[in-house]
């Protein structure tokens, strides 16, 4: 079984910068394809960016491409999301996902597991 814990949101101004983590323990973390969703109230879950079981691959939204970077540190066993120029829009639950499957997905249903989420807020 693999737990992920996400920590590092807050309460943040438009243009300032956050970092995301998101630890993982059962299970080799490089092992697993990873990503990061997030959910605004009133809203579905949606992709944000993901990042393939190696490595080698990601994939970022539309929305958040030149400002998010996803990162991991496999001797930590941790995923990191970086946040840059964030903007109201922005505001959500963000949640870390794993997957066993070997590729890249941004649908909700092929993530595996999921982490309890942390609270983004970004204020105008």
């Known amino acids: 079984q693999v737990q992920l814990v996400e920590a590092g949101g807050g309460l943040v101004q438009a243009g300032d910068s956050l970092r995301l983590s998101c630890a993982a323990s059962?299970?080799?973390?490089?092992?697993?394809?990873t990503g990061w969703f997030r959910q605004a109230p009133g809203k579905e879950r949606e992709f944000v960016v993901a990042?393939?079981?190696?490595?080698?691959?990601?994939s970022y939204a539309d929305s958040v491409k030149g400002r998010f970077t996803i990162s991991r540190d496999n001797a930590k066993n941790t995923v990191y999301l970086q946040m840059n120029s964030l903007k109201p829009e922005d505001t959500a639950v963000y949640y870390c996902?794993?997957?066993?499957?070997?590729?890249?997905?941004?649908?909700?249903?092929?993530?595996?597991?999921w982490g309890q989420g942390t609270q983004v807020t970004v204020s105008s």
């Open positions: 059962g299970r080799t973390i490089s092992m697993l394809a």
């Open positions: 990042i393939s079981r190696f490595g080698g691959t990601s």
């Open positions: 996902a794993a997957r066993s499957g070997y590729g890249i997905s941004q649908a909700v249903r092929e993530y595996d597991y």
